[in-house]
């Protein structure tokens, strides 16, 4: 049974450039039938992409009360 959303934390960090592209030709693949988060410092990664981008910066974040 296959899972409907991954969460991926950093997973082309610190990969020489030959398996960094190949994880991202992965993620690329997963996508197709699942939902896949990529949480990453290097959203240059996933640039080429019709992804949708959610940077901290653009959160407006608030603290629990």
């Not at 450039?17 to 690329?28: N, Q, T």
């Not at 699942?34 to 019709?50: G, L, P, Y």
């Amino acid at each position: 049974r296959r899972a409907r959303i991954y969460v991926m934390d950093e997973p082309t960090s610190a990969l020489d450039p030959a398996s960094r592209e190949h994880v991202v030709r992965l993620i690329r693949h997963m996508r197709r039938d699942a939902t896949v988060i990529v949480i990453t410092h290097d959203a240059s990664v996933f640039e080429d992409d019709r992804a949708r981008v959610v940077s901290l910066e653009s959160l407006h974040m608030r603290r629990a009360s």
